[in-house]
């Protein structure tokens, strides 16, 4: 036990000197956020003001739409219409046969298509439209609004609680001969590589959960953005995503014999690559793969996290968590069953 805290403390100073860990683990997460928020806050918060339609003066429809809460009716005669549009008095106009006339395309003109759709619909089935059907709500209202744009954010979490990649990989490199001094003296010492190596995964483990920590601080606290609702169950997913990056950090550094440098932009890439499937880069990806390769998201590490962070935290469900953590358990276990045969495979002509 005094082994290992020996050299949890000597990896701990190691891992504070390497200036690569300092960026990609609690620099770079930040940065990212920081982007993030620069790119994505105004569509966080859009505020939908009333839409204003266009319609003929002795129009039948006036009545239903004048009806609808959130749109205002403007009775125009249609040589007006290409002038109103283009100077934005109006979003769309409606003419007699419920045909939509637009400028450009846009949220208002999405929800004016929307609603025009829907009474044509209602007249096709011959029932009456009196306007009720756009004001009555069918869902019970929640205190956390959900957005789509979350995810994102949801997504980097999970990407950067599996930075302990990085911190794996280093720790990995100690123990082999051929990429450090150190390894050299470890290889030829009757010291234990294993409590080396156990103890590189407890500070790797424990100095990403610190970088985590700066991180969610950081978007809590400074960028005003409230992510959980439910601390525990998030806890546990993030815990599990940094042990799954480290112990993955420590599969790449020991399965091949690449140099460190090539051994991390492998990280980056793969990271880069989960991440990508789980919806970072855009929502619309994450939709499209659910639609298409629902088993991808299913499997891929980065997606369980951000998944089961985002029912958890805004659709207030675990049905998902216990199978999830089971997954990432699963891997976990996995690559460090790889890791250590690779480990003990190694051995060197000359040291």
Known sequence: MNNIIRNCIYQGKNLFRDGSFLFWGMTYPIIMAVFFYAAFNGMMNVNIEDINIGIKENKGIS?????IDFINVHKIDESEVSEKLESGEIDAFVDGNLNLIVKKSGINQTIIKEVVEQIKQIL???RPVDGSEFSVSYVTGKNQEANSIVVIFYSLIAMVSTYGIYAGIATASLVQANLSNIGIRINATPLRKENF???GVIVSFLMNLLANAILLLFINYVLKIHLFNDIKYSAVFIILGNLFGVILGIFIGVSNKKSSNTKTLIAIAVTLLLSFFSGMMGPWIKVMLDE???FLNRINPVSIITNNLYRINLLG?????VEGAIMLLFYCMVFLLLSYVFLRRKSYDSI
């Open 63 to 67: 009545n239903i739409l004048e009806e």
């Open 124 to 126: 096709k089935l011959n």
């Open 197 to 199: 190596l156990i103890a």
């Open 292 to 294: 298409y390769i629902p």
């Open 317 to 321: 469900s675990t049905r998902s968590a």
